[in-house]
């Protein structure tokens, strides 16, 4: 009986490093994102930067294997995160006129 409780308790320490682990990189990357929002509003970017991020970003935005890696079953947040990111690189891409 204390085979079971010891393998039990084996995957709930695994089940909870793994989601430590995917709130880290989530939070990483939700704070990577509002950085690059913050970059392309404020026009620090230039204009080369800018589109190639937006065509780094318009392939994969989404990219549903990417966003489950780093985010493990919150995966739509992640996806949400690509396309906001997307959209904000379109937008500065559209104000400054530059080739979509």
Sequence with gaps: MSDIIQTIMALIVVAAIFIGLATFVGLMNNLYC?????????????????????????????????AFFIFGIFYQYGLKLQHKVFDTYKEAMIKRNLPL
Aim: proline letters at 0%; aromatic letters at 6%.
């Design 34 to 66: 509002q950085r690059i929002i913050k970059l392309v509003e404020s026009g620090e970017m230039s204009d080369e930067e800018l589109t190639k991020s937006y065509n780094m970003a318009k392939k994969n935005q989404d990219n549903t294997m990417w």
